[in-house]
């Protein structure tokens, strides 16, 4: 997105909606990559829809590139997606063994249908169809009537396809490289030795990438 929408669009991604039934279609392309590098989905994730949608919500400045690697990397990650996964016990609040959610897929996967049936409805044609202004009108609308408070939840938590798509982009270290435009590889460790030193730009070309 660009700058401005950005920052008027953030508190409209942030929110929630349900839905019950999921679809499913060949991927192709970018989402035939993705596949591949997960073929243990089988949650009826709609792939090129779910492409498309992916153009529509993440941030602009990451570029065709960009969206391919972070649809790669979530669908990669909802292929390893434990659900209900016993969590580490919280030893000093509660005797209780407590579980996570559900996988969040199917719900996410029917989110998409709907808004596929929506852009049909309302355009004439599916939401891969029309130009990115008009996917980003049809979700923005859709996440309005839901809120779900000023924060990014952990993916797995995420009401709506679009908030677990952005919660998964922005827990990546590569988002916070794009974000202060420097290799600041947040999920290293630096030694003493370099703490000090002020990390290395991103060239150009590899921040639009």
């Known amino acids: ?124 044609s599916g939401l891969a169809d029309l130009p990115v202004g008009k996917r980003r009108e049809l979700i923005a609308a859709d996440l309005e009537r839901h809120d779900a408070g000023e924060h990014l939840p952990r993916p797995a938590y995420a009401g709506h396809v679009a908030v677990g798509l952005l919660a998964r982009f922005y827990s990546r270290p590569r988002a916070a490289d794009l974000a202060y435009g420097a290799r600041i590889n947040a999920a290293a460790c630096r030694d003493l030795a370099s703490g000090a030193a002020m990390p290395a730009p991103l060239a150009t070309t590899e921040a639009q990438n």
């Open 1 to 124: 997105m660009k700058e401005a929408e950005s920052r008027n669009s953030r508190r409209r991604f942030l929110k929630t909606s349900g839905a019950v039934v999921a679809a499913v279609a060949a991927p192709a392309g970018a989402a035939a990559e993705a596949a591949q590098e997960g073929p243990s989905l089988s949650l009826s994730l709609d792939l090129p829809l779910l492409h498309a949608f992916a153009e529509a919500v993440l941030p602009e400045e990451i570029g065709a590139e960009g969206v391919r690697d972070a649809l790669r990397d979530f669908v990669t990650w909802m292929n390893g997606f434990e659900p209900v996964a016993e969590l580490p016990h919280p030893y000093l609040s509660s005797v209780e063994v407590q579980y996570g959610p559900p996988h969040p897929a199917p719900r996410w996967a029917s989110q998409l249908q709907a808004l596929d049936l929506l852009a049909a409805k309302r355009h004439g």
